[in-house]
């Protein structure tokens, strides 16, 4: 009877560092994939940024020469 008694709580106490060990794994892959999110949209409104200046400028040349014509 013991014998099943500590097989049983083996397999609890098994089951718990497997199942903590996949959630901390987890939590990691989230952090790290929150991490490469954060740095995609950063470059993102970068480049947009350089484009809405390229488009200020081309207004501001086009306007410039249409003044002057």
């Known amino acids: 009877m013991e014998l099943y008694l500590y097989s049983f709580l083996g397999l609890m106490i098994l089951t718990?560092?497997?199942?903590?060990g996949i959630y901390c794994w987890?939590?990691?892959?989230?952090?790290k994939a929150s991490q490469q999110v954060s740095k995609f949209i950063e470059k993102q409104k970068k480049e947009l940024s350089a484009?809405?200046?390229k488009l200020v400028h081309m207004e501001v040349?086009?306007?410039f020469f249409n003044h002057y014509r």
């Open 26 to 31: 987890m939590q990691c892959s989230s952090a």
């Open 51 to 53: 484009s809405k200046s």
């Open 61 to 63: 040349s086009n306007n």
């Open 16 to 20: 718990t560092v497997i199942l903590k």
